[in-house]
């Protein structure tokens, strides 16, 4: 069962503060629900504008200016397994989502049957 204590988090703060500073942006660090990492990355303006840049939406104007409103009141959801979609900053995803994950992160999932079994879940938003 996916647990995160704020043990864990200080434990893993120093890596992911490391790799927010590299690209120069600021974000908190919180526990969601016991079994998930969150960090929410303020100030993300411009990895919301490459977001929408990059994904070809059908309707840009429109569509890009909704998706900044939303990011900017609710945040934008990052998939970590689509980082791609992010442009330039797929290195900073894949760096920041390996920092939160740290050296004892461990996922034995099994979709097929159904059994879900991870160290913890890890979840970032964007704030513009």
């Not at 703060?13 to 526990?31: C, N």
């Not at 980082?83 to 050296?103: D, I, S």
Request: aromatic share 14%; glycine share 10%.
């Amino acid at each position: 069962m996916a647990y995160v204590s704020q043990e864990m988090k200080k434990e893993l703060a120093p890596a992911i503060k490391a790799v927010l500073k590299k690209y120069g942006f600021k974000g908190t660090i919180g526990v969601q629900h016991h079994s998930g990492l969150v960090v929410k990355i303020k100030g993300g303006t411009e990895i919301v504008e490459e977001y929408v840049r990059t994904t070809g939406l059908k309707n840009p104007a429109g569509r890009a200016k909704e998706i900044k409103e939303d990011a900017a009141r609710w945040g934008l959801d990052v998939n970590e397994y689509w980082t791609e979609r992010y442009g330039k900053y797929e290195g900073f995803f894949n760096e920041l989502v390996e920092a939160m994950k740290g050296p004892k992160y461990f996922c034995k999932d099994d979709i097929m049957t159904d059994y879900f079994h991870r160290s913890h879940y890890t979840y970032i938003k964007v704030y513009a």
